[in-house]
T-cell receptor, first 113, second 108 residues
Framework: EPEVTQTPSHQVTQMGQEVILRCVPI?????FYWYRQILGQKVEFLVS????????KSEIFDDQFSVERPDGSNFTLKIRSTKLEDSAMYFC???????????FGSGTQLSVL | GQSLEQPSEVTAVEGAIVQINCTYQ??????LSWYQQHDGGAPTFLSY????GLEETGRFSSFLSRSDSYGYLLLQELQMKDSASYFC?????????FGTGTKLQVIP
């Protein structure tokens, strides 16, 4: 069964450093998403991406965040200058139709020290 | 904005039936989804309702009433492996917003 893959599974960084989280969505999916989840809390929407541009973004997704689809397969989330409060599990997801069945990757656990 | 409410915790006995309710407020509603998440894992899609009524997938069923902004997930013949968090999620235009999650504990 096709799956969404994310790398790395864990990322440790120093406050103020840039990180890039990588995702390979399912190949025939058209809609891509990033979510984050702080331990024990809900899954929070960050951004959706369609047709090579951002469709929707939340108030969390400020100027420190950016997304890119650099080629036909990868989808990346960049945090320019990490803060302690950025520590969370980051999930990439993709779907065939808008807002329907989302397939999630296994996540990247980001720890900012 | 969007808000979803669901109970924070539910405990049920193995073999029993449990219902997890979800009420929502949203602008722009496409459908209601349910996801399961085991500790340390990723959310996994369970069901999606775009129209009113009941959708059945094996032991899991999901119901939606758009006029009441209400839905529920029904789990039958509970198994120990069903112990997990369950999230309702509202689908809007290119955005899916998750509820706070219900932690289900299945006991022997």
């Amino acid at each position: 069964e096709p799956e969404v893959t994310q790398t790395p599974s864990h990322q440790v960084t120093q406050m103020g450093q840039e990180v890039i989280l990588r995702c390979v969505p399912i190949s025939n999916h058209l809609y891509f998403y990033w979510y984050r989840q702080i331990l024990g809390q809900k899954v929070e929407f960050l951004v959706s991406f369609y047709n090579n541009e951002i469709s929707e973004k939340s108030e969390i997704f400020d100027d420190q965040f950016s997304v890119e689809r650099p080629d036909g397969s990868n989808f990346t989330l960049k945090i320019r200058s990490t803060k302690l409060e950025d520590s969370a599990m980051y999930f990439c997801a993709s779907s065939q139709g808008s807002g329907e069945k989302l397939f999630f990757g296994s996540g990247t656990q980001l720890s900012v020290l | 904005g969007q808000s979803l409410e669901q109970p924070s915790e539910v405990t049920a006995v193995e073999g029993a039936i449990v219902q997890i309710n979800c009420t929502y407020q949203t602008s722009g509603f496409y459908g209601l989804s349910w996801y399961q998440q085991h500790d340390g894992g990723a959310p996994t899609f369970l069901s999606y309702n775009a129209l009113d009524g009941l959708e059945e997938t094996g032991r899991f069923s999901s119901f939606l009433s758009r006029s009441d902004s209400y839905g529920y997930l029904l789990l039958q013949e509970l198994q120990m492996k069903d112990s997990a968090s369950y999230f309702c999620a509202v689908g809007g235009y290119q955005k899916v917003t998750f509820g706070t999650g219900t932690k289900l504990q299945v006991i022997p």
